[in-house]
Antibody, heavy 121, light 108 residues
Framework: EVQVVESGGGLEQPGGSLRLSCAAS????????MIWVRQAPGKGLEWVSA????????YYADSVKGRFTISRDNSKNTLYLQMNSLRAEDTAVYYC??????????????WGQGTLVTVSS | SYVLTQPPSVSVAPGQTARITCGGNNIGSKSVHWYQQKPGQAPVLVIY???DRPSGIPERFSGSNSGNTATLTISRVEAGDEADYYC???????????FGGGTKLTVL
């Protein structure tokens, strides 16, 4: 059974850092693109970042470029999102999701339950 | 950057047909995927590659995509279909995943 489970969320002050993790199981992790999507309270889905199966290609939303870094450890079947210089507007539930393949135009079929990040002083 | 436009809300009576649109410049040339999200839950894929349906999704859900508009159609709407629906594409010009703003489906 395919599973992705996020962790690492919590309360952080503006300007601080957090690292989110997404543990994957039930599939050949290195063969699939992965993405991070966030949802601010009461708002819609916002794509944050994406990474190819090998980790060789990474993509970022303009709102996080230069502050967030996506990475993956295919030996540990784990996806990461390093979030630096956090702002209040980064407050959201962060979801990781598995791509249908290594093609970024493919869909995202398996989603985690999300981890809440709150940025506040 | 590429923008997907959805109506904020759609209302329909039980048993009727709901149509949720997703507008974008020449969206017909892109692959559109649709997700359903109920309160407090993660998104669920309901349509992929414009009109394909994942296993476990009722046949009442269908999709189309042409020109500047993609459409998610839900036939014989049930109370359990009440949710937020999002369209999504990959924009190869900007190398961005793009989501529409979402449409809240209300079953009257």
């Amino acid at each position: 059974e395919v599973q992705v489970v996020e962790s690492g969320g919590g309360l952080e002050q503006p300007g601080g850092s957090l690292r989110l993790s997404c543990a994957a199981s039930g599939f050949t992790f290195s063969s699939y693109a992965m993405i991070w999507v966030r949802q601010a309270p009461g708002k819609g889905l916002e794509w944050v970042s994406a990474i190819s199966g090998s980790g060789g290609s990474t993509y970022y939303a303009d709102s996080v470029k230069g502050r967030f870094t996506i990475s993956r450890d295919n030996s540990k079947n784990t996806l990461y999102l390093q979030m630096n210089s956090l702002r209040a507007e980064d407050t959201a539930v962060y979801y990781c999701a598995k791509g249908a393949g290594d093609d970024m135009s493919a869909y995202f079929h398996h989603w985690g339950q999300g981890t809440l990040v709150t940025v506040s002083s | 950057s590429y923008v997907l436009t959805q109506p904020p809300s759609v209302s329909v009576a039980p048993g009727q047909t709901a149509r949720i649109t997703c507008g974008g410049n020449n969206i017909g040339s892109k692959s559109v995927h649709w997700y359903q999200q109920k309160p407090g839950q993660a998104p669920v894929l309901v349509i992929y590659y414009d009109s394909d349906r994942p296993s476990g999704i009722p046949e009442r859900f269908s999709g189309s995509n042409s020109g500047n508009t993609a459409t998610l159609t839900i036939s014989r709407v049930e109370a359990g279909d009440e949710a937020d629906y999002y369209c999504q594409v990959w924009d190869s010009t900007s190398d961005h995943v793009v989501f529409g703003g979402g449409t809240k489906l209300t079953v009257l």
